[in-house]
């Protein structure tokens, strides 16, 4: 196919323009780093909003000179398909976030393979635009696009998909412990878990890091029931990240060798 020459010059948004610049948390240092605030929480979707909102803004202003061609209906449909996955994920959040503020348990078991099938979906239509930047843009402005794309795929996923782990971790708690025992495990939780802001700065006192999560394991030996249905909780969580699940899965062997 042959491309177009785009004589409009593009404006390529540096790294600094995007709000979200780090890939999450494991759920646990995510709950001592939002520590139950819920203004908090709410302020996550209206910046990963934002965030995807100014990769959709630019490759439409990427895409814009080469509709000349007749060739726009697929990229067009493609940024259809990440604005509509972006505002149906963010309404499962929002259900998802109004319940973990009300304490209302019910009817959530869908929300989560929803949430993920909106993720995957949003994920297919940035391959799609992809895609078709390598058919039908110059060099330079596919690898403006290609830029923009790599920040959603290696930044924003990740992000994303650890804070809906998050989410669905404290709505297990509510559903499945008392008041006194989220007190309870929040408060450890607050008590041996560092307040690290990024997984990167977790990384850096990594000796720090796993002292903590050995101290706050031995702290839920002396709580056994609250232990059991803490792991159960965190070993149901889909959206966890490969550290975290190599951890638990530590947690699980110990507690086995222990019986």
């Not at 979707?45 to 007749?70: Q, R």
């Not at 702290?219 to 490969?242: G, V």
């Not at 530590?250 to 086995?256: A, F, G, M, P, S």
Request: contains cysteine; hydrophobic residues 40%.
């Amino acid at each position: 196919m042959q491309k177009a020459a785009a004589n409009k010059k593009h404006l390529l948004p540096s790294v600094s323009d995007f709000k979200i610049q780090h890939q999450g948390l494991p759920a646990i240092l995510f709950i001592r780093n939002f520590n139950r605030s819920m203004d908090k929480h709410y302020a996550v979707l209206s910046t990963v909003e934002k965030d995807i909102m100014l990769i959709y803004d630019h490759a439409l202003h990427v895409f814009a000179p080469y509709t000349s061609d007749g060739n726009n209906e697929q990229w067009e449909l493609a940024l259809y398909d990440i604005k509509a996955a972006l505002k149906s994920m963010l309404e499962l959040l929002r259900s998802a976030l109004d319940k973990i503020d009300s304490k209302n348990t019910s009817d959530h078991s869908g929300l989560w393979e929803a949430l993920d099938s909106r993720i995957i979906k949003m994920s297919k239509a940035f391959k799609k635009l992809y895609n078709e930047g390598k058919d039908q843009l110059s060099d330079k402005d596919q690898m403006k696009l290609s830029g923009d794309i790599s920040h959603f795929d290696t930044i924003l996923l990740p992000y994303i998909t650890s804070f809906i782990g998050m989410c669905k971790v404290e709505l297990l708690l509510v559903e499945r412990c008392s008041d006194f025992e989220s007190d309870q495990l929040y408060k450890l939780i607050d008590t041996f878990v560092p307040d690290f802001n990024t997984q990167k700065e977790a990384d850096r006192h990594t000796s720090e890091y796993f002292r903590a999560m050995e101290n706050f394991k031995n702290a839920l030996n002396n709580e056994e029931r609250l232990q059991a249905t803490f792991l159960d909780i965190m070993s149901q969580n889909s959206f966890i990240l490969p550290e975290e699940k190599e951890m638990l899965h530590r947690w699980n062997e110990d507690q086995k060798s222990e019986l």
